[in-house]
C-alpha cells in the first residue's frame, strides 16, 4: 500500500511522532492532547491498518514500514509535514558508433510535461530497492527499447529555476554511459521521440535542456566526475 502525508490525520502525525522518540508508548502516553478515548482509538486502529504502528504487550510502536514513514517528516515542525528532498534520478548517455567513425547520441525529445517539447538523454527515477545500473537498463529498455553495456561517469546536482527566482527542480541525476547498444531502437513512445543525432547537431536541435553540453564532457572524460548547478529556464 502506497502511502503520502495526505492520508494521515494531525492526531496520527502526533501519535508518528511520540513513537519517533520513543521505541514503545502506552496509550495514555500517546494521547498528549487528550483527545477523547473512542476518537483516539480510532487513530490507532487506523495507523495500525495502514502498518505503520503495532500493538504490544506494553503499548504501541512503530512498524518497520512506519519508522521508513515517519523518518520522512520534519521533526521540527509543529504540523508534522514531509521534508520536501531533491528527487534521484539517471541520465543515460547512450552511444554508438556510426560506422564511418562517428560517435552518435541517443537523444530524446520530451512529450510530457513538465519540460513538454525538450531535448536531451534518457531519464528516469531509481526505484525503491533498484541499484543505480539497475534503473538505467530498465530505462534504456522502457524508453528506447535497447540494452547495452552500462557504466557510471558521475553525479549531477541539477536545480532548476524560474526566471522569478522560483526553485522548480531539484534533482540529482547519476550520469550513465552505455555503449555498444542492441535491439531495434523505439523511436516513438508514449511521452517521447527518439533518435540518434550526430553531436554537432543536438545543439541545433529547439530547447535543449541545460547542461547537456557538459554531460556529453563528462561521459567522455573517462574520469568519474561531481557537478553542482543551478539554471534559470525560460519555459517549464
Known amino acids: 500500500m502506497s502511502i503520502n502525508q495526505a ?9 508518528l511522532k511520540e513513537l519517533i522518540f520513543h521505541p514503545e508508548r502506552k496509550f495514555s502516553e500517546l494521547n498528549v492532547e487528550g483527545v477523547s478515548s473512542d476518537q483516539f482509538s480510532f487513530h490507532l486502529r487506523r495507523l495500525a491498518e495502514l502498518n505503520l504502528i503495532r500493538k504490544t504487550d506494553a503499548g504501541y510502536e512503530l512498524t518497520a514500514p512506519g519508522k521508513e514513514f515517519a523518518n520522512r517528516f520534519d521533526t521540527d515542525s509543529a504540523q508534522m509535514v514531509f521534508e520536501r528532498q531533491a528527487k534521484l534520478g539517471v541520465s543515460v548517455s547512450c552511444i554508438k558508433n556510426s560506422g564511418n567513425g562517428e560517435e552518435l547520441f541517443l537523444i530524446q525529445q520530451r512529450l510530457k510535461q513538465p519540460y513538454f517539447g525538450y531535448h536531451g538523454f534518457i531519464t528516469g527515477k531509481v526505484r525503491w530497492g533498484e541499484t ?105
Do not use: C
Request: proline share 3%; glycine share 8%.
Open 7 to 15: 492520508d494521515i490525520h494531525p492526531i496520527q502525525a502526533k501519535i
Open 132 to 236: 543505480i545500473l539497475e534503473t538505467a537498463a530498465r530505462e534504456l529498455q522502457e524508453e528506447a527499447g535497447l540494452s547495452a553495456e552500462l557504466s557510471i561517469s558521475g553525479v549531477k546536482h541539477k536545480m532548476d529555476y524560474s526566471e522569478s527566482g522560483e526553485l522548480l527542480e531539484d534533482k540529482y541525476f547519476f550520469i550513465v554511459k552505455t555503449e555498444n547498444p542492441t535491439g531495434t531502437l523505439r523511436d516513438n513512445i508514449e511521452g517521447g521521440k527518439n533518435a540518434w543525432t550526430r553531436e554537432e547537431e543536438i545543439f541545433r536541435l529547439p530547447d535543449v535542456f541545460d547542461g547537456v553540453d557538459e554531460t556529453i564532457k563528462i561521459i567522455k572524460s573517462g574520469a568519474f566526475q561531481f557537478v553542482e548547478r543551478k539554471y534559470t529556464v525560460k519555459r517549464y
